[in-house]
């Protein structure tokens, strides 16, 4: 017999996914040019002209056999000292590679780091909007999975609802910033505030409740004056997952890390249970190629100046045709609020224009939309019309 948890996830795609999928066989019937897909977030930027270069150097200097064998179970050593070289001179923090694990992306950091936290009877909290594979993630634990609000206006964290929802169960809190699907990132401000809470209450229950912070997006900031802080800089019993999908547009090659910081409780220890983690789902020794390249070209990115101008072409478009839009600092998504109260009614009378959005309940915010906007500009102007038409069908302008 199989397991039905499993059978579950598997013979239902997500909702993200199955637009994908619909926007496939409808480009089929009418032509891709006439279907607006702003369901997922693959990066429409091509990688730095470093990656490919690094690649090139990296195979033709490096021996074959020692190119494509194994390295340690965590990643290869001079590839972690190097990364956490670069991260703590940008974030001036003391980091060292026998404190990060090289994985297959963020999914894979998150899913090693919540086994390695998780107790029987432990509970894990996200506040809402959240990318939904996190309660996947944290269910497969076996532990609880609880959904805070945000301020509507601004999407940042409930603090008040913090404050009552945290018990001496809870093991960790998951954020995300720049925020998927929000755009919104959390400043310093934000996170001191997080931390003080974090502190206080870890020292009243007598046990660390860890912030785990997943980074996907954090070099995708548009504005001069937004930065994504280190949470290593505020709060010792910190983790950092994080992947180069986004920063580097490599989302098919898989490679991401998970950094403790040295500074937590008993560090050593939540280390070696990553390590023992990875070891359990058989997340070892990541793809060496990649590890190779990710160390090279750490801190690059992509050419973000196209989602700047996506962002800032669809921002000041739907707001001018009446819609309520958050303003995205970062990553290269628009959440929208729907213009009735039912978003999944919304999102069918916007297929009907071929727009193809994504009802925000999935994202645990209900009565909004997300649009990813990491397509060609090209793309967005000709789809400006059709957001207008339905702005005027809903009366808006």
């Known amino acids: 017999m199989y397991n039905q948890k499993t059978y579950a996830l598997g013979s239902k795609r997500s909702t993200i996914r199955e637009i994908f999928e619909y926007a496939k066989k409808r480009s089929a019937e009418i032509g891709a040019e006439n279907v607006f897909d702003f369901s997922i977030g693959n990066p429409s930027v091509p990688a730095p002209d470093e990656v490919n270069a690094a690649i090139e150097r990296i195979v033709k200097e490096m021996p074959s056999v020692e190119l494509h064998g194994y390295t340690s179970a965590q990643g290869d050593k001079q590839v972690r000292d190097e990364i956490a070289r670069k991260y703590s001179e940008r974030f001036d923090v003391k980091l060292s590679g026998d404190d990060l694990y090289m994985t297959c992306g963020a999914a894979a950091s998150l899913t090693i780091t919540l086994h390695a936290l998780a107790c029987e009877g432990d509970e894990f909290i996200v506040f809402a909007p959240f990318f939904p594979e996190y309660r996947v993630f944290v269910t497969g634990t076996g532990s609880k999975f609880t959904v805070l609000p945000s301020d509507e206006s601004t999407m940042l964290p409930d603090f008040d609802a913090l404050e009552k929802a945290l018990n001496p169960h809870v093991k960790g809190i998951i954020i995300n910033s720049p925020n998927n699907p929000s755009g919104v990132v959390y400043d310093g401000v934000t996170i001191a505030r997080l931390a003080e809470i974090l502190q206080q209450k870890s020292e009243e229950y007598g046990a660390p409740i860890y912030l785990i912070s997943d980074e ?15 949470v290593m800089k505020y709060y010792a019993n910190s983790i950092v997952c994080y992947s180069y999908s986004k920063s580097l547009s490599m989302p098919g090659e898989r490679i991401g890390y998970i950094a403790v910081n040295p500074e937590a409780t008993d560090a050593k220890a939540v280390y070696f249970s990553v390590c023992g983690a990875g070891r359990m789902l058989g997340f070892v020794c990541a793809p060496a190629l990649f590890q190779r390249v990710a160390a090279e070209c750490d801190g690059l ?7 700047k101008r996506n962002r800032d072409l669809l921002y000041n478009a739907l707001t001018d045709y009446g819609f309520t839009c958050i303003y995205p600092d970062g990553a290269f998504y628009l959440f929208v609020k729907a213009a009735e109260a039912d978003a999944a009614a919304f999102c069918e009378r916007a297929k009907k224009h071929e727009l193809l959005l994504v009802n925000g309940a ?36």
């Open 216 to 230: 996907p997006y954090r070099e995708l900031v548009y504005d001069k004056d937004t930065v994504v802080p280190s």
């Open 301 to 307: 990115t992509a050419d973000l100046s196209v989602y």
């Open 362 to 397: 999935d994202f645990g915010y209900p009565g909004w939309v997300r649009i990813a906007y990491c397509v060609q500009t090209e793309r967005i102007e000709r789809a400006l019309p059709l957001f207008k038409a339905l702005a005027e069908e809903y009366s808006l302008i």
